[in-house]
C-alpha cells in the first residue's frame, strides 16, 4: 500500500506509529468521521498497531495516563491507561462523535441517551464501539488488572462537559461549537490537554 498523503502538514503522529499505514488509515483529508468509521479506525488501531501500541503504554497511579497517537483537522487518536480504580466522570464529548476499542483489559462503561435508562456494559479486551454526539458516559476499571484503550473523536479537541451523575444528563445534548482550526492551532491545544 503507498502514501497518497506526501504533505506531512496535513497530520500529526506519535513518533512510536509514524508508519506508512497509520498514515494511509488515517485519511487527512476526511474532515468529518461517521462513528462508524471512528470505530472502525479505533480497531484498526488497536488490532494492527498492537507491538507499537504497548511499547508508548504506560501508566500512572496519581491520574490516567494518555499519550496522542495522531491528530489531523477531522479527527484525534488517543491511546489511554486504566489501572484499577481508575476512572472518569460522567460526561459527554461535547457534540463530537467517538469511539473506543479495549487493547488490554477490561472496563466498565455506565452510559446514557438523553431521556433514556442509565446502561452498563463490560468492555472486555477488543471489544470496540462507536458513538454519536447525543450520549454520555462513565468509564471505570472496577476490575484487578490494568486496562489500555484506543480512543478517536471527530470534530478533534471538542471540551467534554462533566455531570454529577448520569442521571444529570439534559433531555437533548447540544453541541459546543466546534472550531474548526488549522492543524499547526489544534497541535497546540491537543498538547495543552488530553482526550
Do not use: C
Amino acid at each position: 500500500m503507498s502514501s497518497t498523503y506526501a504533505d506531512q502538514d496535513q497530520f500529526d503522529l506519535h513518533p512510536a506509529l509514524s508508519s506508512r499505514l497509520l498514515r494511509d488509515v488515517i485519511h487527512p483529508s476526511r474532515s468529518l468521521w461517521t462513528p462508524r468509521e471512528l470505530r472502525d479506525l479505533t480497531s484498526f488501531v488497536a488490532s494492527e498497531m498492537t507491538t507499537g501500541l504497548l511499547s508508548i503504554l504506560d501508566y500512572s497511579a496519581e491520574h490516567r495516563w494518555w499519550a496522542r497517537l495522531g491528530l489531523t483537522e477531522g479527527v484525534e487518536l488517543w491511546l489511554l491507561s486504566w489501572l484499577p480504580g481508575q476512572g472518569t466522570e460522567p460526561h459527554d464529548h461535547g457534540g463530537s462523535a467517538g469511539s473506543f476499542t479495549v487493547l488490554t483489559g477490561k472496563l466498565n462503561e455506565d452510559y446514557r441517551y438523553p431521556a433514556g435508562p442509565i446502561r452498563t456494559a463490560i468492555r472486555n479486551t477488543g471489544d470496540a464501539l462507536g458513538f454519536g454526539s447525543g450520549r454520555a458516559h462513565q468509564v471505570t476499571n472496577p476490575f484487578e488488572a490494568p486496562a489500555a484503550t484506543v480512543h478517536a473523536y471527530s470534530p478533534p479537541l471538542v471540551p467534554t462537559r462533566e455531570y454529577a451523575s448520569l442521571h444529570d444528563i439534559p433531555d437533548s445534548i447540544p453541541p459546543l461549537p466546534a472550531q474548526r482550526l488549522p492543524l499547526s492551532e489544534l497541535r497546540q491545544l491537543a498538547d495543552l490537554e488530553g482526550p
